[in-house]
Structure formats: C-alpha cells, structure tokens
C-alpha cells in the first residue's frame, strides 16, 4: 500500500511540474529576432574585446599590435598580462614593440601584487596593491595611447615623439568608504625627443634630461563600492563615465644642474547624471598647474588629437604647436546624451574647452553613437577669438566605443 501511495505522489509531482514548465514554441518572427540578437552580440564581443585569451595570458590591447607615426614608421608591438587563471592576486604584464624607420627595439614589464584578504583580482574594490614596473618606450604627452591603430589616420603635419626610460615603484590602497591613496616614486630619463615636421625629422633634446618624482594620488570613486543605477534605455549604450574625483601632486628633483626642481598639480572631476530615462548628461573637467621653471616639453599638456577617429574627451581639431604647452590649464567637457526608445543608437551634443596660456580655444559637436552597439559618427567645429592661433575649422570624425 506505501509503494502504491509513493507511486501516485510522485506521478502527480510529475505531471505538475510539466505543466509548470510548459512552453510554447517560438513563432518564425521571434526565431528570426533571437537570430538577429545573438549576431549583434557576436559583432559586439568582436568589436569591443581588446584582449585575447589564451590560457593563463590575456593578449593586448589588439587595437596597440599594429599602428604607423612618421617617426617610428610601422610599429609592431606585442603585448600582454598574465590573467586571473593563474592568479586573483598576481600579475605580470609585459610590452616589446619595434618601429620599421627608426629600427629600435621598445620594452617593458610590471609585476605586481594585491594583498587584500578577498582580493579577486589585482586592482578589484578594496585592493592593496603594491607593483615595480620599468619601461624603455616611447610616449607622447598629449595622447596617451598614441600607438592605437585608429590614431594612425592622422592629419597632423607637426607630430612629436618622446623616448624615456622609466621605473615605478607605486602602491595603491583602497579603503570602504572609495577613498584610494596612491603614492609613488619615479625614475624618468627623457634621453630623445624626436619632432617630425615638412617630412624631415628634428632631434630637440641634445642631453639626457632626468629626473627622479615623487608623487601621490588622492582619489574618490562611489561607483567601485556600488554598482551605479543605469536607466534601461541607456544600458549599453554608452561608453563608462563612473564618478570620480582625484587629484595629484608630484616633487620632481632633476639629477643635473641644467634642470631645475618644479613641482605639479593635477585635479580630475567627472559624473554622468542622468536626468531623465532618455536623457544623460556628461560632464568632466581636468586642469593642472607647475610650481617653478622646467624644460618647455615637460609642461602640461591637454589631450588632443588629429585622427580620423574621435577622442570623446580630447580635442580632434587642435593642431600641434606652440599651443600644446602650458604651465597651468583648465579643460572641459559637456555633452548631452539622447536615447530613443524606438532605435539603438543615440544622439550626443558636446561642448569642449581649453583654458590655458592663450586665448580659449572650443570645439562644437554633433552625432550619433553606438551603431551596432560600437561605432559613432559626429561633426565636429572649432573656434576662438585668437582666430590666427587657432582658426575656426569643421571636420567629421568617427567615434569607437571604449
């Protein structure tokens, strides 16, 4: 009698749950758009992965293995880290680069370590990471990532180059309320300086210039404690704008009478606000200021680039000059974002501007971002009242999601 109870028990749990799970099958029309999701994820995953796996190693950034400048020619480059398959709290990164015209080898390598009892990865929320770095590379202080293979279209006919030999010995320390503190201390040697100009090329540092930096880094970021509300019909749509405040000091000591101590100030403050579901807007300012004399190409400079391809928050117009340099300066950036529920990609309005050593100097722009979840178009016009400084000029750029 229990073996028959159980049997029926189980039947009717089983028929229950069938009909719990039920499903109906999907229409030729809804096939057909799951079709089409998943190939716009493949597109994005191909599109916006800037690193390889394999195994234990991550390889990349892909877009930095190949570019072109007018200095270095063709520059290959590999590089890489090691990945959290290996270890959540170790990490080993390493670069080897080669220009076909200026024929010299360029390379570097950091390890470092998080010492956070729950550490998940090197730099994960709450991390105490301590790292040693030393490169032989070349660097351009207005462009960070230089060597991308979208800044290889370049209209510059000014274009300078800076070769540098740097140790880093930093330590970053997060605590539960975002607040991170940073201090660090470099050894840089600018031992070339290269200035590509009517197709010939100038060597404008004779000697060595070397200096040895200590400097400390005070910053506030809410977004790595708790992940930001993102209104639906802006997920995914946007490139990553988290809060942020921070600001840096450094003490440079030159290692030579020919130079002289200075000492620097950068503040960097940014926030996204969403101001209704459909609409967001971007804000960011950034600025600096030198205690003291330097060398002219040690001063600040403002992110500024001539490709075809747009630097969201650098200026895409602002030509090479005598411009590029300051000893204080003020940058801005404003755009307001639109998201429509009927389409995928989104409009943008942006206003940039530079507050230096000259007269202010702005750019203008229109577009829409984020076709097929990547790309962007947008046109772009400068202006200032210097107008032989900086004559008034209209372009068209390309905008890549990062």
Excluded at 63 to 77: D, W
Excluded at 165 to 173: E, I, M, P, S, W
Excluded at 335 to 354: C, D, E, W
Aim: net charge positive.
């Amino acid at each position: 009698m229990k073996k028959i109870i159980i049997l029926l028990t189980l039947t009717i749990f089983s028929l229950s749950t069938k009909a719990q799970y039920s499903y109906t099958p999907l229409s030729e029309a809804e096939i057909e758009r799951v079709g089409r999701l998943l190939l716009q994820n493949k597109i994005d995953n191909l599109l916006n992965n800037t690193y390889f796996t394999l195994g234990v190693v991550d390889l990349g950034p892909c877009e930095n293995f190949l570019s072109y400048n007018p200095i270095e020619g063709v520059r290959l480059r590999v590089s890489g880290k090691t990945n959290q398959k290996l270890s959540k709290c170790f990490s080993f990164e390493w670069l080897l680069a080669y220009g076909t015209a200026d024929k010299q080898f360029k390379y570097g390598a950091s390890i470092g370590y998080n010492f956070a009892k729950k550490a998940s990865s090197l730099y994960s929320f709450g991390a105490k990471t301590l790292s040693l770095a030393y490169y032989d590379n070349t660097y351009m202080p207005y462009l960070a990532d230089y060597d991308k293979i979208q800044y290889s279209l370049s209209t510059w006919t000014n274009f300078s180059l800076a070769f540098q030999r740097k140790a880093t010995l930093k330590y970053f320390h997060e605590f539960s309320n975002a607040i991170s503190i940073t201090p660090q201390l470099h050894y840089r040697n600018y031992y070339s300086r290269l200035h590509y100009k009517d197709k010939e090329i100038i060597q404008l540092i004779q000697t060595p210039i070397q200096y040895i930096i200590a400097e400390g880094n005070l910053a506030w970021q809410p977004e790595r404690k708790k992940a930001r509300k993102i209104p639906v019909n802006f997920q995914g749509k946007l490139y990553s704008l988290p809060t942020k405040i921070s600001l840096t000091y450094s003490y440079n000591i030159p290692l030579s009478n020919v130079e002289r101590k200075y000492q620097e100030i950068l503040l960097t403050s940014q926030r996204r606000i969403y101001l209704t579901n459909n609409i967001a807007l971007d804000l960011r300012l950034t600025g600096g200021k030198i205690f003291g004399s330097t060398n002219p190409y040690l001063l600040l400079t403002p992110n500024m680039t001539n490709s075809l391809v747009s630097s969201i928050y650098g200026f895409n117009l602002l030509q090479y000059g005598r411009t590029t340099y300051h000893k204080q300066y003020i940058q801005t950036f404003a755009q307001l974002n639109l998201a429509l529920k009927q389409i995928r990609p989104t409009l943008f309005l942006y206003h940039k501007s530079l507050y230096g050593q000259y007269l202010p100097y702005h750019e203008i722009g229109i577009g829409v971002d984020n076709i097929f979840n990547t790309l962007g178009v947008e046109i772009i016009h400068s202006f200032s009242f210097e107008k032989e400084t900086f004559p008034g000029m209209w372009g068209i750029r390309v905008r890549l999601k990062s």
